[in-house]
């Protein structure tokens, strides 16, 4: 079936470094896309999200590119500070899923000071 | 904080039993989202709720069901329960059915079988 996948499962950055998370889908009906950051014991907490119609979108320190073309989403996070220590999962849904979210099994990231 | 809030917290059964979940959506959402997350993975979608009714479902057995009131809160209701349905149980509200508005997630309830 269609599924959300992770290229690495961990992630280790220096302070202040940048870092940059990968993700890949397989539905090509997908058109909204979102990164949830989940820190121990917490549910997750909306990053930032881009629909399809869209390559590249700035948040905060945040970054979100999508290529439709080869099915990949990264998140960059710019300056990383120990605060963004966290699991990071891409998630995607589509028009009339009940835009349920299929997401993937996370990477973990540590910032190391 | 996100205001979806989720009770209880932690919860611990043995198998056979039966477990009721509750929710409620932050304000002014009217749609809310069940999913669970095993040790280790991504959430995998339950139901959805929207108006007091279930409006899509993932692959879960029908001893999962839900309910949504009208101030749209919500509740899980698991029967039966197995080992493997251990986990933590994240409800989700959003504002619109079958828009795009973000899902807004609660900090979820700890279920543990034994």
């Known amino acids: 079936g269609e599924s959300v996948g992770l290229h690495l499962p961990t992630l280790s950055v220096q302070e202040g470094d940048n870092s940059i998370i990968n993700c890949a889908y397989s539905?090509?009906?997908?058109?909204?896309f979102i990164w949830y950051k989940q820190e121990s014991g917490k549910g997750p907490q909306f990053i930032i999200d881009?629909?399809?119609?869209?390559d590249k979108r700035q948040g905060q320190r945040v970054t979100v590119l999508l290529n439709k073309t080869v099915k990949h989403l990264s998140l960059q996070i710019a300056a990383t500070q120990p605060g963004d220590s966290a699991v990071y999962f891409c998630?995607?849904?589509?028009?009339?899923?009940?835009?349920?979210?299929?997401f993937g099994s996370g990477t973990q990231l540590t910032v190391l000071p | 904080e996100t205001g979806v809030t989720q009770s209880p917290t932690h919860l611990i059964k043995t198998r056979g039993q039966q477990v009721t979940l509750r929710c409620s959506s932050q304000?002014?959402?009217?749609?809310v989202s069940w999913y669970q997350q095993a040790l280790g993975q991504g959430p995998q979608f339950i139901f959805q709720y929207y108006r007091e009714e279930e409006n899509g479902r993932g692959n879960f057995p029908p001893r999962f069901s839900g309910l949504q009131f009208p101030n749209y809160s919500s509740e899980l209701n698991v029967n039966a329960l197995e080992l493997d349905d251990s986990a933590l149980y994240l409800c989700?509200?959003?504002?619109?059915?079958?828009?795009?508005?973000?899902?807004?997630f609660g900090p979820g309830t700890r279920l543990t079988v034994l």
């Open positions: 989700a509200s959003s504002r619109e059915l079958g828009g795009t508005d973000t899902q807004y």
């Open positions: 304000s002014g959402h009217n749609t």
């Open positions: 998630a995607e849904t589509f028009s009339g899923s009940a835009r349920q979210l299929t």
């Open positions: 881009i629909r399809s119609n869209m």
């Open positions: 539905n090509s009906a997908s058109d909204y």
